[in-house]
Structures are given as structure tokens and as C-alpha cells.
């Protein structure tokens, strides 16, 4: 009887542990992503230039 509850808490834990991580590296790409949106929309990105090239 106590194997069965210990597994299940482990069991639970586990789950709990892994949706937690989902949720943390899906909001890090998250941020990836801004990062990488505020990078290219950057001004010092536009290779057009302003001294007439």
C-alpha cells in the first residue's frame, strides 16, 4: 500500500516537474524570439545607410 501511494506521489511529481519546465522554455523562446524581432527591426541593422550608398 505505501509503494502504490509513494509511486503515485512520485509519479505526480514528475508530471508536475516536467509541465513546469515546458512552461519555463516555452516562455525563454518566447524571449528568444522578441530578442531576436527587436535585433533585425533595429536601426543600426538597416543596410541601406544614410551616407548615400
Known amino acids: ?6 509511486a503515485r506521489l512520485w509519479n ?3 508530471e508536475e516537474l516536467h509541465a513546469s519546465m515546458d512552461r519555463l ?5 518566447q524571449a528568444f524570439h522578441v530578442l531576436h524581432r527587436i535585433h533585425w527591426a ?8 544614410s551616407c548615400g550608398r
Open 12 to 14: 505526480d511529481g514528475h
Open 1 to 6: 500500500m505505501r509503494d502504490h501511494y509513494d
Open 42 to 49: 533595429a536601426p543600426w541593422a538597416d543596410q541601406r545607410g
Open 25 to 29: 522554455l516555452r516562455r525563454i523562446m
